[in-house]
């Protein structure tokens, strides 16, 4: 399986800042998703990140929030704008592989907005 | 938008009896792929059942599919203290681009 790596592990942030995360994976592979996991609960798509195209969101979620960029096969980044304490969660990117149905997971970053 | 249910929501055994975790689905799947998560880190592949298969073997894991009813069984046998952790199952929905829709998840806790 692909080995996933993202960057922060965790912050913490103020209110009305914003946050970008990176995914960056160490072989080509075709679909890299983000999701947020919020509290407690278990986890939601955000978007499909499209390599040199704009991501495709989901219902709830929009460019102007999260926007997301993926240049290449391998990598992505995720930024969390103008946060608020909601945005408070655990947001991890996923990736299939080329020829694979299975979807791997980073390892997470844990995101805290005072 | 959350597909599955699972259950139970939270599940405590003892070290070496068996742990089974059920999840239910709406629509028409590829594939259900179950994962395990500790302590709010990352999502562990667990194990990949698709959607014309029935059951599916992977170590001391057990998957088990049912189309018709639209469930899925994970069996953990011989359970150990590590084993402590949430399990979710995943639907990756037919005609979708692989995107996944998650259960609610299932908390286990073996007791030493």
């Known amino acids: 399986s692909a080995v996933i790596s993202q960057k922060p592990s965790r912050d913490i942030c103020q209110r009305g800042t914003s946050l970008t995360i990176q995914c960056q994976v160490d072989s080509q592979v075709t679909m890299m998703f983000w999701y947020r996991q919020q509290p407690g609960q278990s986890l939601t798509l955000i978007a499909t990140?499209?390599?040199?195209?704009?991501?495709?969101?989901e219902s709830g979620f929009v460019i102007d929030k999260f926007p997301i960029s993926r240049p290449n096969l391998t990598f992505s980044t995720l930024t969390v704008s103008n946060m608020s304490p909601e945005d408070s969660s655990i947001y991890l990117c996923?990736?299939?592989?080329?020829?694979?149905?299975?979807?791997?997971f980073g390892p997470g970053t844990r995101l805290t907005v005072l | 938008s959350q597909q599955g249910e699972e259950d139970p929501q939270a599940l405590s055994i003892q070290e070496g009896e068996n742990a089974t975790m059920n999840c239910s689905y709406k629509t028409s799947i590829n594939n259900l792929q179950w994962y395990r998560q500790n302590s709010g880190r990352g999502l562990v592949h667990l194990i990949l059942i698709r959607s014309n298969e029935r059951e599916k073997h992977s170590g001391r894991l057990r998957v088990t599919l049912d189309t018709s009813k639209k469930s899925s069984s994970l069996l953990i046998t011989a359970s150990r203290a590590a084993d402590t952790a949430s399990y979710f199952c995943a639907t990756d929905a037919s005609g979708s681009a692989r995107q996944l829709t998650f259960g609610s998840g299932t908390q286990l806790t073996v007791l030493p």
């Open positions: 996923s990736v299939v592989g080329v020829g694979g149905n299975e979807q791997f």
């Open positions: 990140a499209n390599q040199g195209s704009e991501a495709t969101y």
